[in-house]
Nanobody
Framework: QVQLVESGGGLVQAGGSLRLSCAAS????????MGWFRQAPGEEREFVAA????????AYADSVKGRFTISRDNAKNTVYLQMNSLKPEDTAVYYC???????????????WGQGTQVTVSS
């Protein structure tokens, strides 16, 4: 089992930046791939970014490439999502996920955080 708690969401103007954090507890953090998903009102949850256990494998959705950066600190049991050049269409609840890499990439993992709201105003 692993418990995930996100933080760092908020309201920001278009073009601004935010950094989300996801603190993990429970099973050994370094044994899990970590990822971020988001869900806008009326939309399905969508993949944003993921990073493998050792940090060597990284994947991004096309919509955030070049603007968002996922990183992890295994010593702090924390994964981050640095979001730059934010757009109104980035507005969503952002969720942290953990598990085997394939389950994180496909969103089929059982381990999710509660979500943190990000709102980008135009």
């Amino acid at each position: 089992q692993v418990q995930l708690v996100e933080s760092g969401g908020g309201l920001v103007q278009a073009g601004g930046s935010l950094r989300l954090s996801c603190a993990a507890s429970g099973r050994t953090f370094s044994s899990y791939a970590m990822g971020w998903f988001r869900q806008a009102p009326g939309e399905e949850r969508e993949f944003v970014a993921a990073k493998g256990r050792s940090g060597s494998n990284t994947a991004y959705a096309d919509s955030v490439k070049g603007r968002f950066t996922i990183s992890r600190d295994n010593a702090k049991n924390t994964v981050y999502l640095q979001m730059n050049s934010l757009k109104p269409e980035d507005t969503a609840v952002y969720y942290c996920a953990a598990g085997p890499l394939l389950t994180v990439l496909t969103g089929t993992t059982d381990y999710w955080g509660q979500g943190t709201q990000v709102t980008v105003s135009s």
